[in-house]
């Protein structure tokens, strides 16, 4: 299989594969679809030591180098997953918090290895792109209230109650 022209790489503790492991289990179209071994011993590591787990989140290719403890993950980049109902959505929030994760506002939450997810339903984008008058200000004002997305309030919040 030939390397794909853009693939977000990510840096990991040593837990590379571990952490795409986890990812594959939760997420649609998501796999682990290599794991790259050391040749030989380097500067902090033996031969055999994962390098590299090449892995695909719902249908975004990526790679996991297991650099060391040098660069962390922050929000300034996250995974952003469109989800079509409460249940999909609790699914994915349910899986990310409950395996060592963190809540945060808005949909955001991040996941036991410092990655940052917005797990977010189809209804609110949707809202917030509409072009009626006030549906996106109370969509809006309604999410700012939420860590994880209720699907009922935001849809309330839309029909003006």
């Given at each position: 299989?030939?390397?794909?022209?853009?693939?977000?790489?990510?840096?990991?503790?040593?837990?590379?594969?571990?952490?795409?492991?986890?990812?594959?289990?939760?997420?649609?179209?998501?796999?682990?679809?290599?794991?790259?071994?050391?040749?030989?011993?380097?500067?902090?590591?033996?031969?055999?030591?994962?390098?590299?787990?090449?892995?695909?989140?719902?249908?975004?290719?990526?790679?996991?180098?297991?650099?060391?403890?040098?660069?962390?993950?922050?929000?300034?980049?996250?995974?952003?997953?469109?989800?079509?109902?409460?249940?999909?959505?609790?699914?994915?929030?349910?899986?990310?918090?409950?395996?060592?994760?963190?809540?945060?506002?808005?949909?955001?939450?991040?996941?036991?290895?410092?990655?940052?997810?917005?797990?977010?339903?189809?209804?609110?984008?949707?809202?917030?792109?509409?072009?009626?008058?006030?549906?996106?200000?109370?969509?809006?004002?309604?999410?700012?209230?939420?860590?994880?997305?209720d699907i009922a309030a935001i849809e309330k919040a839309v029909a003006g109650g």
């Open positions: 299989m030939g390397t794909t022209k853009n693939t977000i790489c990510l840096w990991f503790d040593g837990d590379a594969e571990e952490a795409a492991e986890f990812y594959a289990s939760v997420f649609p179209d998501s796999r682990v679809n290599a794991v790259n071994r050391a040749p030989g011993d380097y500067p902090d590591g033996k031969a055999g030591d994962v390098l590299t787990v090449d892995f695909t989140v719902c249908g975004i290719p990526c790679v996991g180098l297991n650099g060391g403890d040098a660069f962390h993950h922050s929000e300034a980049f996250s995974f952003q997953v469109a989800t079509d109902d409460q249940a999909e959505t609790d699914r994915y929030w349910d899986a990310i918090v409950g395996n060592g994760g963190q809540e945060s506002n808005c949909g955001w939450c991040k996941d036991r290895w410092g990655l940052s997810w917005q797990i977010t339903p189809r209804a609110l984008t949707e809202a917030m792109s509409s072009a009626e008058p006030g549906v996106a200000e109370r969509a809006f004002a309604a999410m700012m209230t939420m860590n994880r997305i």
